[in-house]
């Protein structure tokens, strides 16, 4: 069975590599689809953001790599997908992917929201957190793979100039 791993990944952290890695475990194949989300004005490009999740899994071909403009149910519907992951860390996720899971449900209710919990160590990782640990001169090392925090680094003295 497919699943799919929707997020904003921007960047992708430890915490999300945990989460589709346990998750190829269970489906056969996991598509991590990145959120065009106009809204959110993230750090990194919507391009960029997959360039880095294929960097991180170029060699596991259980992994495709995906972007989606607009509603999640739409984009999985299209594509015959009836499985969402949904990685839960603390007691404060669960009030927003609670809501989003019953709403997409009641936009199609074929779909199923899978919940996993997050590992231990990455209970406390989110790409916010290691953006500004990053802005703020901190070590990233374990929260993020090499190529990430690289592109952090150039990101970052981009913006600098
Ligand atoms: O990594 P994030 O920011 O927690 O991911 C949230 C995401 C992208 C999965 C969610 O915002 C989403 O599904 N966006 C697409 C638009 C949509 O379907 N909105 C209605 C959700 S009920």
Not at 9 to 25: E, K, V
Not at 30 to 56: C, D, H, Q, W
Not at 100 to 123: G, I, Q, R, Y
Not at 136 to 156: A, H, I, T, W
Request: charged fraction near 30%; charge should be positive.
């Amino acid at each position: 069975m497919i699943a799919v791993y929707p997020g904003s990944f921007d960047p992708i952290t430890n915490g999300h590599i945990d989460i589709i890695l346990r998750s190829c475990m269970i489906f056969s194949k996991v598509i991590v689809a990145v959120a065009n989300n106009s809204e959110k004005k993230g750090l990194f490009t919507p391009e960029e953001r997959v360039e880095m999740i294929k960097e991180t899994f170029h060699d596991n071909p259980k992994i495709e790599v995906d972007r989606f403009n607009g509603l999640l149910v739409k984009y999985v519907r299209e594509r015959d997908i009836r499985v969402i992951i949904r990685g839960l860390r603390a007691v404060s996720d669960f009030e927003y992917e609670f809501q989003m899971a019953l709403m997409n449900k009641k936009l199609w209710k074929e779909v199923e929201t899978v919940f996993m919990m997050s590992s231990e160590n990455n209970m406390y990782v989110s790409s916010r957190i290691v953006k500004e640990i990053f802005s703020l001169g901190g070590c990233v090392k374990d929260l993020v793979p090499e190529n990430v925090r690289m592109r952090l680094e150039k990101k970052f003295k981009e913006i600098r100039g």
